[in-house]
Nanobody, 125 residues
Framework: QVQLVESGGGLVQGGGSLRLSCAAS????????MGWFRQVPGKEREFVAT????????TYADSVKGRFTISRDNAKNTVYLQMNTLKPEDTAVYYC??????????????????WGQGTQVTVSS
């Protein structure tokens, strides 16, 4: 119902910043809670951040709290992840995800229904 495409990944030095974007197509973006996850080879996918339909609520993993900011622009069908004070431990493939938000849905979402292809973020020491 919605397709997600991440962009903005790349190589940055520790302490630097990077902004990831997730462009959505299909159903209007406000129909979804949105989230960011990351994964490194050999490890399970890790929750990073999530945001409610209109951005009133956000939730972050402890590992990124205070450094990362999730935001959304529903008019542009885009979700962002601003990553500051990056650390080598942040190196991973970052995925954008969408969770259907109906009248019976709960925030934070328990599961995500759609996923992007991922974008690589590499932080050097």
């Amino acid at each position: 119902q919605v397709q997600l495409v991440e962009s903005g990944g790349g190589l940055v030095q520790g302490g630097g910043s990077l902004r990831l974007s997730c462009a959505a197509s299909g159903r209007t973006l406000s129909s979804y809670f949105m989230g960011w996850f990351r994964q490194v080879p050999g490890k399970e996918r890790e929750f990073v951040a999530t945001i409610s339909r209109y951005g009133f609520s956000t939730t972050y993993a402890d590992s990124v709290k205070g450094r990362f900011t999730i935001s959304r622009d529903n008019a542009k069908n885009t979700v962002y992840l601003q990553m500051n004070t990056l650390k080598p431990e942040d190196t991973a493939v970052y995925y954008c995800a969408a969770a259907s938000a109906g009248t019976s849905s709960t925030y934070p979402p328990l599961r995500y229904d759609y996923w992007g292809q991922g974008t690589q973020v590499t932080v050097s020491s």
